[in-house]
């Protein structure tokens, strides 16, 4: 049997998904910082061998490939993950982050928005110029990313002991996230926590807690959403004049957790850039990159109808991923 591994591993998560080569997919994994047998790493949890390895065995199950094309957006050592898992023959196709979310939703030129754990924006034009902009890390850069509203969520709660008018229910949401709620002295522990150099991944995780919180009114959750999306919103348009295409109609396309899932940050980052490329279209895929990880990588195989592999795949990807048809 010949298959594709489509891996997509940030500072958060690992994420793996099993495909047979005509796009039937066979198992997945998924991974985070939050799985006690998740790994550590200086570029995040989601990286590491140990949360690689264990999202793709939870692939695999019990299957094996006489061929396998193990596709990734890192360039992680396939053979080192893939150790215990049974594969007779190997190939290596190493995907770049901004493919997948291009290829989730048809296009081959736009502008892919990659805010996850941490953040970085693509460009490519219809007659192929490229450019790619941040991807620095959290000290650098990382503008509008998971880690950059995790921070900020840490600084609200700051202010908040320092005045009334700085009040917010994160104060309490991410004391008790973090196991602080019950103790005599919170801040205290949380001031540790923070000089601790804790892994990024559970800087980044916060944003979940600032999204819920945004979501139901909270004004200093709402305001930090909003000023990620701001920050993220320059580096798109920087991107934009640089190439020359604000005038162009091009699709806006969202990728990592953050872009996908937070409805305030992704509205206020598509106004922000509608102010400068008007003619842009916001576009968030249904699937996560994995799914676009793997997509590339079958048709490449071309082992059926570009149709119909897609098909496939989308139809057993929401299955494989629990998702509500």
């Known amino acids: 049997m010949r298959c594709v591994l489509g891996v997509d591993s940030d500072g958060t998560k690992s994420d793996a998904l099993l495909v047979r080569d005509d796009g039937i997919v066979l198992g997945h994994g998924y991974v985070d910082y939050r799985d006690p047998a998740s790994g550590r790493s200086v570029l995040g949890s989601g990286r590491s061998v140990a949360s690689v390895s264990r999202a793709i065995a939870q692939a695999f199950g019990e299957y094996s490939c006489d061929e396998l094309y193990f596709s990734s957006v890192s360039k992680t050592n396939p053979e080192e993950v893939l150790a215990g898992n049974r594969v007779k023959h190997l190939n290596f196709d190493y995907v770049y982050e901004s493919d997948p979310a291009f290829a989730l939703v048809g296009a081959t030129a736009g502008i892919a928005v990659v805010a996850g754990t941490g953040a970085m924006v693509y460009v490519r034009t219809r007659e192929g110029r490229g450019m790619r902009f941040d991807g620095m890390g959290p000290i650098l850069g990382d503008f509008g990313s998971g880690y950059h509203i995790g921070q900020l969520a840490l600084h609200a709660i700051s202010r908040a002991e320092m005045h009334l008018r700085h009040a917010t229910v994160l104060c309490e949401m991410v004391l008790a996230h973090l196991g602080f709620s019950d103790n005599k002295l919170p801040m205290s522990s949380l001031v540790k926590f923070s000089l601790g150099q804790p892994d990024r991944a559970e800087i980044a995780g916060l944003a979940r807690l600032v999204d819920t919180a945004a979501e139901a009114g ?21 991107a934009i004049d640089h190439l020359g295409i604000s005038e162009e109609a091009y699709p806006l396309v969202a990728s990592g957790s953050i872009a996908t ?9 598509s106004a922000l850039v509608r102010d400068f490329a008007p003619q842009i279209t916001p576009i968030r895929p249904e699937f996560p990159p994995v799914v676009g990880v793997a997509l590339i990588t ?16 989308f139809r057993t990807a929401r299955v494989a991923l629990g998702m509500q048809n």
């Open 218 to 238: 909270d004004r200093v959750a709402i305001g930090i959403l909003r000023e990620a999306a701001a920050a993220m919103a320059v580096t798109v348009c920087d």
């Open 261 to 269: 899932r937070s409805r305030i940050y992704w509205e206020h980052l």
């Open 298 to 313: 079958l048709r490449k195989l071309a082992a059926a109808d570009p149709e119909m592999l897609q098909q496939n795949l």
